[in-house]
């Protein structure tokens, strides 16, 4: 079996052979490679100790000296080159709380989490395959390298782990190894916040983000993200839906575009339908102001996972204003625009969009159309530079000052009206208009 490598990462293998160790392209860029698909970064292990690596190399970055790793720099390009190890318990996810090395290939592989995942290459040598990760590769099973068991109370993430690669690849995920995820699932409850967003991300944002239910069918969720859970079975009866909460929010990722934003706002955006709902007399489920609860949720969720305060502040947004009655109307697209921020008026419409055809097929094309037309407005009133924001109006605080306003709450409180105003009249936004129509109203006040 030939795989191909980049000349560079054949070029420092060769380097340190010539040197007299042994050295391969190892985990998942061998994967990658197998299946053909590009691998993000290539990295390298070798039976060299950092020490030896850094005399060998003329650039090199101490990337996590501690742990074995080198990063060698050939020309911008950068290789990280890890001395065989054998590891302690996991902290951070890449780097195990302590570490040691070996002189054994087999004892590096042995260490690693998935048998796809445990194989070396080497131009001369070929695939080195000790745990079967070629044929659970053809195969699509995703396997644990010797106990899984064991390895799961080694370092609960590669629970987590286990379903975001059968995400990725579509895979399944073995029956030993899917046992020990529900005997050891509440183990996750140890791992770091951090470790279990950057997993939960990469399953969200995979080929198959509808994976999430097995990690909800295993008993995942439950621990990691149990506002899920608690949603998963909640019926929605009424002639829009025809998916429980949990149904439809899973049909909704996989219609979504797949950015980071956008697949974590299809996942929560419904999180507050339990506290919200209701059942009329007809036995029609309906769930108002579930939008704000959900976008409060999101918060919550967001915070505890220790996202950025910018992804936080987006995804609740579009939570937020998921459900806001956009008709094909300028004044009403100006005013969500002005709502939600123009930065995310676009995402907004995808978010409805694949919303729309999570649910029933009831007005479903109507909604469609609508959504096409809105977007045709909003580039139209992006293109005509109408007034959607404070800083687009034709008057601003120095031009109240002059007028004899005094800076403070009354100015503030003018400018908004101003805006409430030309958002509904762009064509007003002219600054003598403005001041004529709001001067001579606010007479009274000037002197506060
Ligand atoms: P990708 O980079 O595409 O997310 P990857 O397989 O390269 O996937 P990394 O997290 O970059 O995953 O880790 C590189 C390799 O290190 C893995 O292929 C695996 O062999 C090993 N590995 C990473 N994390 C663990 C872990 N928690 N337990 C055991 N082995 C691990
Ligand atoms: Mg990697």
Known sequence: MNICIPEKAAYIIEKLEQEGHEAYVVGGCVRDALLRREPEDWDITTSASPFQVKKIFRRTIDTGIQHGTVTVMLEKEGFEVTTYRIDGIYEDGRHPASVEFTSKLEEDLKR????????????RTGLVDLFGGQKDLEQGAIRCVGNANE?????????????????????EIEDDTKFAITKLAPNLSKVSQERIQVELTKLLMSKHP???????ELGVTAVVLPELDAVMNLPQNNPYHCYTVGNHTIAMLEQIYPTKTLRWAALLHDFGKLETHKIDENGEDHFYGHAESSANYAKIVLRRLKFDNDTIDQVSRLVMYHAYHLRREKKIIRRCMNRIGV???????????????????????????????????????????ECITLKQ????????IRAGIRPGKQMGELLHAMLDYVLEYPEQNQKDILLEKFMTNTDGKKDE
Request: proline share 1%; glycine share 2%; net charge negative.
């Open 393 to 400: 109006l034709a008057v601003n605080g120095q031009d109240l």
């Open 112 to 123: 690693r989490d998935f048998t796809i995942n445990a194989m070396a290459y080497n131009p």
């Open 151 to 171: 390895r799961f109370t080694e370092d609960a993430l590669r629970i987590l782990r286990a379903v975001r690669f059968a995400a990725q690849l579509g895979f």
């Open 210 to 216: 509808e994976q999430i239910r097995t990690a909800y």
């Open 343 to 385: 930065d995310l008026f676009e995402d907004l419409l995808e978010v409805m969009r694949a919303d729309t055809m999570a649910k029933s097929s009831y007005q479903r094309q109507e909604r469609l159309d609508d959504i096409i037309a809105i977007r045709n407005l909003y580039k139209e009133i992006i293109k005509d530079n």
